[in-house]
């Protein structure tokens, strides 16, 4: 079992910047892909941004603003969130799977077996 914990959401002006905490417990954080997902109100959960667990590579729905890393000595993922937007405005999500290949990444819900309980990130002058 990996046990996950998002954190870093908040209230942010258009334009603005958030960092994303996702902490794993359980079993061994860098054996486990990572991605992020978020759900706004009234809509399906969208895939946001995916990392392999080397952290050699990484996957985004849209590129430029955000930017997904992780820390395997701290068994913690990151989504550095820049520029953005009130359509950014969702409950985001991380999502751990395990896999074999240091270079695999996931980039749908259903292929993700754990995932945390969600972080608020509001967007809104």
């Known amino acids: 079992q990996v046990q996950l914990v998002e954190s870093g959401g908040g209230l942010v002006q258009p334009g603005g910047s958030l960092r994303l905490s996702c902490a794993a417990s359980g079993r061994t954080f860098s054996r486990y892909a990572m991605g992020w997902f978020r759900q706004a109100p009234g809509k399906e959960r969208e895939f946001v941004a995916a990392?392999?667990?080397?952290?050699?590579n990484t996957r985004y729905a849209n590129s430029g603003r955000f930017v997904v890393s992780r820390d395997n000595s701290k068994n913690t993922a990151y989504l550095q969130m820049n520029s953005l937007k009130p359509e950014d405005t969702a409950v985001y999500y991380c999502a751990a799977v395990g896999v074999v290949d240091a270079s695999t990444v996931r980039t749908t819900g259903y292929e993700y077996d754990y995932w945390g309980q969600g972080t608020q990130v509001t967007v809104s002058s």
């Open positions: 990392i392999s667990w080397s952290g050699s």
